[in-house]
């Protein structure tokens, strides 16, 4: 086994994978999570794409991605992958939130796409890469104190990087060219999930040809807007669900006109019924 490569998980609420590939696969699935992400970079030749923005990674970068955000590694060239992710609810550190101070704010208050990385050198010099290594060696050595000692080192963790983003949020953001217009749709899409949207609707919001503007979609996001705009309502119609509002009308405020295919696209986004996952 790689010496570097590791897991561990505490229950449902948290989880974290030192992983580690000789070769970077040669493609990976866009994806998106009802948990929050850390993903910290050690190697290989990535670009890494959230809603529409495109983030070249060195060494050391740090991305946090919150529960809204669809994103995707691009490969540019195999070679050595290594990474160190992080997936977790918000109920692992609840008893830890404050009045005057959330620990989710550097996941939270973004738009969509914005401001995910954090440079390498700000990582480095705020010790973030030691949190990393102590989560490591109490995950490894399974004591009685281990899963206190990572809580404690991760909620470290998230305190250092909140203070980095309130410090960095400002300065310009370390990313590909990006087409404005894919960022406007993308922004009138998650606003309007409960409407209908079309591609003639969003032609002539936008004024482009829909059909330039599928060919645009896809080369920005990885997907077609028809999945991305599914994506998004099964997204939002899990945290009605487990709210408690009923299936049929999470179902209408989340833009399906019919049950039916309402059904049809949750069953195969999630792998079960809406009444399934309400239960």
Do not use: W
């Not at 691009?74 to 990474?83: A, D, P, V, W």
């Not at 696209?265 to 239960?279: A, H, N």
Request: glycine share 4%; hydrophobic share 35%.
């Amino acid at each position: 086994m790689d010496p570097h490569v590791f897991t561990y998980s505490y229950e449902d609420q948290f989880d974290i994978s030192h992983s580690a590939t000789p070769e970077a696969p040669a493609e990976y699935p866009i994806h998106i999570h009802d948990r929050y992400e850390i993903y910290y970079f050690l190697s290989g030749d990535v670009t890494y794409f959230i809603e529409g923005q495109g983030y070249s990674l060195n060494k050391h970068d740090l991305l946090v991605i919150n529960t809204g955000e669809l994103h995707r590694p691009i490969f540019n060239s195999s070679g050595r992958y290594e990474r160190i992710t992080v997936h977790f609810r918000p109920e692992y550190i609840s008893s830890f939130q404050q009045k005057d101070y959330n620990l989710l704010y550097c996941f939270e208050r973004r738009k969509l796409g914005h401001h995910n990385r954090i440079d390498g050198s700000d990582i480095i010099d705020n010790h973030i890469d030691r949190y990393f290594e102590n989560i490591k060696k109490y995950a490894m050595e399974c004591l009685r104190e281990s899963d206190l000692m990572i809580k404690t080192y991760f909620l470290q963790m998230l305190v250092s990087l909140n203070r980095i983003f309130a410090e960095k949020k400002t300065a310009p953001e370390n990313t590909m060219a990006y087409d404005e217009k894919i960022v406007g749709i993308l922004d009138y899409i998650n606003n309007h999930l409960h409407e209908q949207i079309t591609l003639d609707l969003l032609e002539e919001k936008f004024y482009v040809s829909k059909y330039y503007l599928c060919h645009l979609f896809r080369k920005n996001t990885g997907v077609t807007v028809g999945e991305y705009i599914a994506y998004k309502r099964i997204l939002k119609a899990k945290e009605l669900l487990i709210r408690g509002t009923p299936v049929l009308e999470t179902c209408h405020a989340v833009g399906f006109r019919d049950y039916s295919n309402f059904y049809k696209t949750f069953r195969r986004l999630e792998g079960v019924s809406p009444r399934e996952y309400k239960q």
